[in-house]
């Protein structure tokens, strides 16, 4: 059975990047997944990781239809020096606090990377903004598209997820869809330069 996190591995085997940035980065799982992908390719990989961290609340948690525990920088910053030290190509920079801000004012080099993938906020206000920030980046993968389930439930896509914002560039939605609690499907989606080669295959 395949979730659809899985299929990052397969986008980092085609792009090999050498530097990540997650928006989203929760409890750092993701984060050594995707750098031990990165690094069968790469000597080198540089990521980025924003999250709320220890600034996340109930109202943010409301706001952006968050469902996760709130995990502290400094137990997210242990567990990636952890993997570190058994892997010295990876560097790391994590970043608290709102990306509606916090990407406002980032390294230049965040905003140029090979891989951004947006799974932060799931409002449509923040997941603007940080498409916004990241759209020079030369492949973007959002989660949080959202597409109704058996019984045509589904999150209001005029308030929440990719959806509307996908509509309005080259995309490609990725094959595997999971099930939300609160009712609906949710799947990935790819833009930039990969989704256009994937297009122009089809
Ligand atoms: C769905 S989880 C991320 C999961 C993670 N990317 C993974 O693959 O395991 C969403 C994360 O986004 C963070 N978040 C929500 N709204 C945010 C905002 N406006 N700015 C920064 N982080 C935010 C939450 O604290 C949470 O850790």
């Not at 990876?90 to 390294?107: H, M, V, Y």
């Not at 989660?143 to 929440?160: I, L, S, W």
Request: proline share 3%; charged share 25%; with cysteine.
């Amino acid at each position: 059975m395949t979730d659809r996190y899985q299929q990052i591995d397969f986008i980092i085997d085609y792009v090999k990047p050498r530097s990540i940035v997650e928006i989203g980065t929760w409890n750092g799982d993701r984060a050594l997944a995707m750098a031990s992908a990165a690094l069968k390719h790469q000597n080198h990989l540089q990521y980025w990781g924003f999250d709320l961290f220890e600034d996340g609340s109930a109202k943010t948690d409301e706001e952006e239809l968050n469902v996760k525990q709130h995990y502290s920088l400094d137990a997210v910053t242990d567990k990636l020096r952890y993997f570190q030290n058994d892997n010295s190509g990876f560097s790391f920079d994590l970043i608290r606090g709102n990306t509606r801000e916090t990407l406002a004012n980032t390294d230049p080099n965040v905003t140029v990377c090979d891989l951004a993938f947006i799974d932060g906020g799931h409002s449509v206000e923040t997941i603007d903004s940080d498409y916004q920030a990241l759209n020079r980046c030369q492949t973007v993968l959002f989660d949080d598209y959202y597409v109704p389930d058996e019984n045509g439930a589904c999150p209001d896509v005029k308030k929440f997820g990719c959806n509307e914002l996908v509509e309005t560039m080259p995309h490609w939605v990725l094959p595997v869809s999971d099930g939300i609690v609160s009712g609906g499907l949710v799947q990935m989606v790819l833009t930039g330069k990969l989704a256009q080669e994937f297009i122009d295959k089809a």
